[in-house]
């Protein structure tokens, strides 16, 4: 029996991460959950799942939930102490980071420091601590394993290859909603068309990344510590079905691609039972029906979250902080309406221009650099 742990338990990998559980009676367990603010929806996975301890980021919201479990053996906690805490627990074998930005960086640190494998899902983590958190993990023999589908389909191509022998990632993207579009075609798009991805369902602020592009950077930014790889020998390929998750090129020109439906629970399975397979329900490639498959390059001229993303990765220090911390505060501020789509890339340009670089950043200095981004943000925005 595995006992996990999960960050962000109501988010979109959080909820599928617990239907995975559901599908596997006696093998997995839950031992602690967390949320930000969504108490109905963790209060029922609370009910329904019995974990013993359950972290809730806003202590307003952590004193209501309390109150409303105290029939139960569950115990509540808030803060970042209380995400420290569950990401520590003695009785946890691996933790699901499924929460969304930088606040993922330091319960991962502590669940490495404390000896638990990482299933992880917070890009936030790697871009901007990767210089950080890879080390330390090959420092506690922790297993770093990804459930990002594209960072899963690369990290199943390597299984049993020596990484020594790897020339180029090929990471597949959809090209999201706006696929094909040109900037001037972006002037006057709505939050509601930019939520309208094509293949997955995600949460909104990773589906709004998608939408830019900035997803994709990301992705190349947390794969080049993944798999320890240069910049250089990353290759980003549009694939619009999101039939081929990614691709790995060797020295001798032979390529490996994972292929799949877009089903986030596959990545998800094998993170938690890795090195096993284990069967899964769901639709399954119909090659008759697919007929064939398509790539493209991706237009970084008028998506410029992923130039922007690759940029901030050649100059590294804080600069890749600067850029995730810029576009999270954009994206809050697109989803509320309160800038246009395009102003997500003029937000996250003044961002890295303005910005001093640190040339390797402690977890303080990365976490000041986020704080520092967000307030000239609002100061001007």
Known sequence: MKQIAILG??????????????????????????????????????REFHPRLAAVWEEEKALELRERIRDTDTRVVSGMEGLLELAVMPEADILVTAIVGMIGIRPTIAAIEAGKDIALANKETLVTAGHIIMPLAREHQVKILPVDSEHSAIFQCLHGDDRRQLAKLLITASGGPFRGKKTKDLEAVQVEDALKHPNWAMGQKITIDSATLVNKGLEVLEA??????ELEQIQVVVQPKSIIHSMVEFTDGAVIAQLGTPDMKLPIQYALFYPERRPLGGDRLDFAALKEITF???????????????????????????????????????????????????????????HRVIEHPTVEQILATEAETYERIEGRW
Do not use: C, H
């Not at 080049?224 to 790889?229: A, D, E, K, N, Y």
């Open 296 to 354: 493209e390059d991706p237009d970084m001229e008028t998506f410029r979250g992923l130039a922007m993303a690759i940029e901030a990765g050649k100059i590294g220090g804080s600069m890749p902080t600067a850029f995730n911390a810029a576009n999270e505060r954009a994206v809050a501020k697109f989803l509320k309406k309160e800038i246009r789509f395009l102003d997500i890339y003029a937000i996250i340009e003044e961002a890295m221009r303005e």
């Open 9 to 46: 338990s109501t988010g979109s990998i959080g909820t599928q991460t617990l239907d995975v559980v559901r599908a596997n009676p006696g093998e997995l367990t839950v031992t602690a959950l967390s949320a930000g603010r969504q108490i109905d929806l963790l209060e029922r996975q609370i």
């Open 224 to 229: 080049r510590w993944l798999f320890g790889v």
